[in-house]
C-alpha cells in the first residue's frame, strides 16, 4: 500500500503528537462534542481576546486519526480568528469534504478532502468543529 | 509478513465456484478487487434471487389472498409456497407456525409485544451480556410498558454465555422467558441453545433464539433444539431485505393476542369488534413484502442446493485459516475466543482506531464493518469502546483472508 492520500503524513502525525492537546483549567470558554455512532469525543478549552478572538484552543479528543487530527489542525488554523471567520472556515471545510475540491485558502485543512469518498467518515472530521461552533455560539448567547 | 506459514485447510477453498452466482463480486471499489467481508451485516445475492424477483415481477405479480383472478392466485401459491420452504428449513412441525415479519428485529418486537403482555409484573424476561440491540431494546421497552423484571445473564472473558450463571439467573423460577442469541453477531460465539432451552424449560420459562447469524451458517432444526421462539432474517440468508421470519410453536402464536391490526389479519370486521385469522394470519397485517418473500424461497433453494455440511465444513476451514492469519498480525486481538465459534472475528489492532483500519481497509476494496456493532453494552463488558469486525460468507475465499491479513499489517505499519 503506498502512502495514502487521505492518511498523509500530517494526519498521521497529528494524530499521535497533536501539538494543540491538553486542558486549560482557567479557560472561560469550554465545549464539547461526541459521536454516539463511534464512541469519539472531543473536548475543548479556549481563552478569547478582548475583540472576541481565539486567543488559544486547545482539545482533548479520544477518538479516530481522522477526528484527532482533524481537532489538532482546527485548534492551530482558527487561533487569532473570529467567529464570523471560523463559520466561513468551516463551510470551506464542509464544501472540500462534499466535492473532494478543496477551495483555495483552505491550507493544511484539504488533507480532509479525500473524505468525499468516505462519507461515513465526514462526521469524523467535522466532530471538533461542531463542538466549536457550538461553543462560540453559547458564547455569543450568554 | 513475508513468512506465511499458515496453508488454509481444503474445505477453505471448496465453495468457489458459487463466486460466480453473485454478479457484484466482479465489481470495483476505489479501483480494486471487492474483498466483501461484511456478511454478518448483510450477505451479497446471487443471480438466482435477483432474477427470481425480477422474474416475479416481470411475469406474475398480484396481490396476494385477495384477488379472485389467475394472476393473484399464481402469487399466492408462490408466497405460500415459501411458507412451506422456510417451515421444513428450520425444522418446524407445521408451516402455521411461520410468521413472516420485515426482518429478525420486527419479529422480535412482536413476541415482544404479543408474548410479552401475557407476563405479569413480577415475571422475568433475561437475555445475554452479548445480545444484538434488537434482542435487548424490544425487552426494555416490555420492562417500561408493563413493569417486568429485565435480567442480564454474562458471558465469560472469552466471549462464551456463562452457563452456570445462567442457572443461577433461572433458579428463582420467576423468570417467563429466556431470549438468548444463537451465535453472537460480535463474538462469533455460537450458544449451546439445547441446553439452554433445556434450562428454561425445567425453571418454567420459555426459550427464544435469535438464529439471524447462526441460520446462514448451520443447520437450524427448531424441534431437536427444542425451542419456543426463533427469528431469522432474509437479507443476511443470501435473500433480499425487508422479510424475516418469526417460527414459533403453534400453541404459542394461538394464545398470543396479534402484534399489528389491518387487513388480512381478521376473521370478520365490524365497527364495534373484529375477530382475528387463524395463525399465521393472524400475525400478518396487511400487505406482505411479497417480492421479497417469494426472493427468500429463491435464496433458501440456492442454500439446500449447496449444503449445510458443505457450507459448515468451508466456513469452519476458513475461520480456522483466519485466525491463524490473523493472528500473525503484530498488535492484533481477537475479542471473542470461544471455542464454539463461526466466522464473525472482531479485532482491535495496537492503538489503531477500529474506523481508521476500516477506512483504511476499504481504500484498498476490503469492505469490513467497524464499531459498536449494534451491542454497546457488550463492547463495554469486553472492554472496548468499538472493534473492526471480518466476517465470511459462501463465497469467502482464502485469498481475501491472506490479502485481510496483508493489508492490515500495512496498515499497522503506517501508525507505528
Given amino acids: 500500500m503506498a502512502q495514502d492520500d487521505l492518511y498523509r503524513s500530517v494526519v498521521l502525525e497529528r494524530a499521535k503528537s497533536p501539538r494543540h492537546a491538553g486542558d486549560l483549567p482557567d479557560a472561560p470558554l469550554h465545549g464539547q462534542g461526541g459521536n454516539p455512532l463511534c464512541g469519539d469525543r472531543v473536548k475543548l478549552h479556549a481563552m478569547v481576546d478582548t475583540q472576541g478572538r481565539i486567543a488559544t484552543l486547545r482539545h482533548e479528543t479520544r477518538g479516530c486519526a481522522i477526528c484527532a487530527a482533524s481537532a489538532d489542525l482546527m485548534a492551530e488554523r482558527v487561533t487569532g480568528q473570529g467567529r464570523a471567520q471560523v463559520s466561513r472556515l468551516q463551510a470551506e471545510l464542509v464544501a472540500a469534504v462534499e466535492t473532494g475540491i478543496a477551495p483555495e485558502g483552505l491550507g493544511e485543512l484539504s488533507v480532509f478532502a479525500p473524505l468525499h469518498q468516505h462519507r461515513s467518515r465526514i462526521r469524523c472530521a467535522m466532530l471538533p468543529w461542531s463542538a466549536l461552533t457550538e461553543m462560540l455560539n453559547d458564547e455569543k448567547d450568554r | ?416
Avoid at chain 2, 364495534?272 to 435464496?299: D, M, Q
Avoid at chain 2, 442454500?303 to 476458513?318: C, K, N, Q, R, V
Fill in chain 2, 1 to 416: 509478513m513475508d513468512q506465511i506459514l499458515t496453508r488454509p485447510g481444503r474445505a477453505a477453498d471448496s465453495l468457489r465456484h458459487v463466486r460466480d452466482d453473485f454478479p457484484i463480486l466482479s465489481e470495483k471499489v476505489h479501483g480494486k478487487d471487492l474483498v466483501f467481508l461484511d456478511s454478518a451485516a448483510s450477505a451479497q445475492k446471487p443471480r438466482q434471487v435477483i432474477d427470481c424477483m425480477a422474474e416475479t415481477m416481470r411475469t406474475q405479480y398480484a396481490n396476494i389472498h385477495r384477488g379472485l383472478y389467475w394472476m393473484s392466485e399464481r402469487t399466492t401459491e408462490a408466497y405460500e409456497g415459501v411458507r412451506d420452504q422456510v417451515a421444513k428449513f428450520l425444522g418446524a412441525n407445521a408451516r402455521e407456525e411461520i410468521v413472516f415479519t420485515r426482518n429478525s428485529t420486527e419479529a422480535i418486537n412482536l413476541v415482544a409485544h404479543s408474548y410479552g403482555s401475557m407476563l405479569r409484573p413480577g415475571q422475568a424476561v433475561v437475555v445475554s451480556e452479548m445480545e444484538h440491540h434488537a434482542n435487548l431494546v424490544p425487552w426494555q421497552m416490555l420492562r417500561d410498558r408493563t413493569g417486568i423484571e429485565l435480567r442480564v445473564t454474562p458471558v465469560t472473558d472469552d466471549g462464551a454465555l456463562d452457563m452456570d450463571a445462567l442457572a443461577r439467573t433461572l433458579s428463582d423460577g420467576r423468570v417467563g422467558l429466556v431470549a438468548i442469541t444463537h451465535m453472537s453477531n460480535v463474538l462469533g460465539t455460537i450458544t449451546d441453545a439445547r441446553a439452554i432451552a433445556d434450562m428454561a424449560h425445567a425453571a418454567g420459562a420459555k426459550v427464544l433464539f435469535d438464529g439471524s447469524q447462526l441460520a446462514v451458517h448451520r443447520r437450524v432444526d427448531v424441534s431437536a433444539l427444542d425451542a419456543d421462539f426463533y427469528v431469522v432474517t432474509g437479507h443476511k440468508l443470501y435473500g433480499p431485505t425487508g422479510i424475516g421470519v418469526l417460527w414459533a410453536r403453534r400453541e404459542l402464536l394461538e394464545a398470543m393476542p396479534p402484534f399489528l391490526g389491518g387487513g388480512d389479519m381478521i376473521s370478520t370486521v365490524s365497527f364495534e369488534r373484529s375477530t382475528w385469522a387463524h395463525v399465521p394470519h393472524k400475525f400478518e397485517a396487511g400487505t406482505p413484502a411479497i417480492i421479497e418473500t417469494i426472493g427468500l424461497g429463491a435464496a433458501l433453494a440456492y442454500i439446500e442446493s449447496i449444503g449445510f455440511d458443505a457450507i459448515g465444513a468451508h466456513e469452519d476451514a476458513l475461520t480456522a485459516y483466519a485466525l491463524e492469519m490473523l493472528g500473525q498480525v503484530q498488535g492484533l486481538k481477537v475479542i471473542g475466543t470461544a471455542p464454539q465459534r463461526g466466522g464473525v472475528i472482531s479485532f482491535t489492532m495496537a492503538d489503531v482506531h477500529p474506523h481508521d483500519i476500516a477506512t483504511l481497509l476499504d481504500r484498498n476494496g476490503i469492505a469490513v464493518r467497524a464499531g459498536h456493532h449494534c451491542a454497546e453494552p457488550l463492547m463495554r463488558r469486553m472492554g472496548v469502546s468499538a472493534t473492526a469486525r471480518a466476517s465470511f460468507g459462501i463465497y469467502t475465499t482464502p485469498e481475501e483472508i491472506a490479502t485481510l491479513a496483508a493489508t492490515l499489517e500495512q496498515i499497522r505499519g503506517f501508525f507505528v
